[in-house]
DNA sequence: ATATTTTGGTTTATATTATAAACTACTTTA
DNA sequence: TAAAGTAGTTTATAATATAAACCAAAATAT
């Protein structure tokens, strides 16, 4: 009935992470930041795990002398985003 | 751009034992546990969450010598699954 | 030139959550 | 009457989310 939603992406923040990231295609810390509305601390440790999860990767670069983290949806992201956006339907019967 | 999902309501149990009542808009312990495919111990605690929300009453008696737990979505528990489904289009852009 | 502020983050500490395991109380069945 | 089943609750623990503290370098003000 009601399948497992994946917990990497049941979190409020990696989920808009990946919906930014999903339309972006690529989006650098600091846009995240500000379209999340979240924290530097927060999304630091959250694209970390996305990261890890093979769901997005994480390119390091300067530009205009300041580093830049830059973020980019992977292939297996996509996927799961998609599964887990029909999980869900299953529970908010949308 | 993304509003605050409903902490009461983003958890996978919780949010499976809103969707049920949303539908049956009455169920005892057991069928909440068989549909949601929980262990008792994390139910139980759900359930008392969503109770202490005021998002279901619950109601207890006895049905053939045993005790029976009735749960039932309430007015406001009605709403706050609306207003936190609506949130959630803007993640999943369903 | 040097102190202060700003940018762009990371690390660490803590409070909250989710969950399973252990337990309670009673009933039915062997 | 002992064992197994029903219907839960309580407690302990692992995992999460988050904020606060921190770090390093660049820009700006004094």
């Known amino acids: 009935m009601f399948k497992e939603l994946n917990p990497i992406l ?6 808009a992470v990946m919906s930014v ?8 810390f600091s846009l995240l930041k500000q379209k999340t509305n979240s924290t530097a ?5 959250q694209i970390q795990k996305l990261k890890e999860a093979g ?11 300041y580093p830049q983290t830059i973020c980019k949806i992977t292939r ?15 529970y908010v019967n949308v």
């Open 76 to 90: 297996n992201g996509m996927t799961a985003f998609e599964n887990y956006v029909s999980a869900l339907k299953a």
């Open 41 to 45: 601390g927060n999304l630091s440790v």
């Open 21 to 28: 990231l999903k339309n972006e295609q690529e989006a650098d």
């Open 55 to 65: 769901y997005i990767e994480i390119k390091k670069q300067f530009k205009d002398n």
């Open 10 to 15: 049941h979190s409020q923040l990696r989920l």
